[in-house]
């Protein structure tokens, strides 16, 4: 016969007393043992934590099970379970996303007839197109992380001018080959709630318009004004 309550316990007959000294010299204790079952015949089905403990009080074997209700434990583990199984989905499902917008705008970047080169707050490259790096040969692989000013200086004093602040900044510049470049840099930032800004870096977009200059100078500088 064993005594029950609500919060699940069990303790053999006699031994209620003295249970404390289940612990002594030649107790043996199996903790940690979690099951499923029913309390009473018309009880709840209830998730529940079993200790055994055997011992000798008196020269008499005893068997003393404590059993804890671990219901809500178990449901609350469900329940983190299942809210990191729906995190692990969405961060794969936000990792693909980003995957192919990468790829996506690396396929544009590549193909564009049009140099873009990008840096960060400080000026130095972060990246470049191929087009871009056709129109100024002297960058390389070793130039990433670099100052701007190490590929051509001109082009990093207009850029320089929109990470202090412009909104746009664009001037034609002369190459050492003789070809001429328009260089049109915009800042990257983000608004702040006070409506101020931080400014993250700037993009640069360079078109070789050398061949619209020698067709009609003229006509070009109009186009522009």
């Known amino acids: 016969r064993v005594a029950r309550g609500r919060t699940g316990g069990a303790v053999g007959r006699g031994a209620a007393g003295r249970a404390g000294r289940s612990g002594g010299p030649g107790a043996e204790r199996r ?13 709840p089905i209830v998730d529940v934590s079993v200790s055994i403990a055997k011992t000798r009080i008196s020269g008499s074997l005893l068997f003393i099970t404590i059993a804890r209700d671990v219901t809500l434990r178990r449901e609350a583990e469900r329940r983190l379970q299942t809210l990191n199984d729906e995190l692990e989905r969405k961060v794969a499902r936000r990792t693909r996303d980003l995957r192919r917008a990468l790829a996506q705008r690396g396929a544009v970047l590549d193909h564009l007839s049009d140099g873009i080169v990008s840096v960060d707050a400080r000026g130095r490259i972060a990246l470049w197109n191929p087009a871009f790096a056709i129109l100024f040969d002297a960058i390389g692989p070793g130039h990433l992380g670099k100052p701007l000013r190490a590929v051509h200086a001109r082009l990093a004093e207009v ?36 409506e101020s800004r931080i400014t993250l870096g700037a993009v640069t977009l360079v078109r070789d318009i050398t061949k619209a200059r020698e067709v009609d100078p003229r006509a070009f500088v109009m186009s522009r004004t």
């Open 159 to 194: 850029v320089k001018g929109c990470l202090e602040g412009e909104r746009q900044r664009t001037e034609e510049l002369t190459l050492a080959d003789g070809r001429i470049v328009e260089a049109s840099a915009t800042p990257i930032f983000v608004e702040e709630l006070s």
């Open 31 to 43: 903790e940690g043992v979690e099951a499923r079952g029913r309390f009473g015949d018309d009880g």
